[in-house]
């Protein structure tokens, strides 16, 4: 068990340029959740997939915000036309599910900075 | 809607015992969390509490839980210099059961030496 990654650790764009964020779960854990983490403030949840169906997203998450999981494990979170306000750690999580707990593990984040 | 909130720093000196608060707005959840974030860091899990208990104790760490006041408390004891982080608690909110998790904004702890 290698715990819930998340690729790149860092990204520097320029407004209006695209972003994609990449986050692997826990190997077999078939929740997966995004959530957004400003200065100060706790995370706030963006989405939600149990294996490769998105069943819940955010009012947060606007029309330039894409998730997929198209294989039930992987994740990608994609950002289009990024704006200063986007500006954030992106956190993904994982939980195994009703039958093997609800418990959600983090990943170390993708820290996002956009000029 | 759900809401979470805490304190946001508390300082101890080293060896002393920290006691971090929350309260929270939803009572129908079935567990509450307490997560550890270091600088730059992502979110360690703590500890967590199931609702029909009142007391949960893992090493250092004791969760207090008061359903009726809808408050939870963190207890370090004997806190360290890498006790210091951001502490958040959280519970699940959503129609279904294992949703996302809401979050308090955080307790900054401060542990001088």
């Known amino acids: 068990d290698t715990g819930v990654s998340q690729n790149p650790r860092h990204k520097i764009t320029k407004r209006g340029q695209n972003v994609t964020f990449r986050c692997d779960p826990i190997?077999?854990?078939?929740?997966l959740y995004w959530y957004r983490q400003t200065l100060g403030q706790g995370p706030e949840f963006l989405t939600y997939?149990?294996?490769?169906?998105?069943?819940?997203k955010s009012r947060l998450l606007s029309d330039r915000f894409s998730a997929e999981r198209p294989k039930g494990s992987f994740s990608t979170l994609e950002i289009q036309r990024t704006e200063q306000g986007d500006s954030a750690m992106y956190l993904c999580?994982?939980?195994?599910?009703?039958?093997?707990?609800?418990?959600?593990?983090f990943g170390p984040g993708t820290r996002l900075l956009v000029l | 809607g759900e809401d979470v909130e805490q304190s946001l720093f508390l300082s101890v000196r080293e060896g002393d015992s920290s006691v971090i608060n929350c309260t929270y707005t939803?009572?129908?959840?079935?567990?509450l969390y307490w997560y550890k974030q270091e600088p730059g860091a992502g979110l360690q899990l703590l500890t967590y509490?199931?609702?029909?208990?009142d007391m949960k104790q893992d090493q250092r760490l004791t969760v207090l839980l008061n359903k009726k006041d809808k408050h939870l408390s963190l207890r370090i004891a004997d806190t360290q210099t890498g006790d210091s982080a951001i502490y958040f608690c959280?519970?699940?909110?959503?129609?279904?059961?294992?949703?996302?998790?809401?979050f308090g904004a955080g307790t900054i702890l401060r542990v001088k030496s």
């Open positions: 999580a994982s939980s195994a599910g009703l039958a093997g707990g609800e418990t959600q593990y």
């Open positions: 190997s077999e854990h078939n929740r």
């Open positions: 997939f149990q294996n490769e169906a998105q069943l819940e």
């Open positions: 939803d009572s129908s959840s079935t567990y």
């Open positions: 509490i199931f609702s029909n208990m």
């Open positions: 959280a519970f699940p909110a959503g129609r279904e059961y294992g949703n996302k998790l809401v």
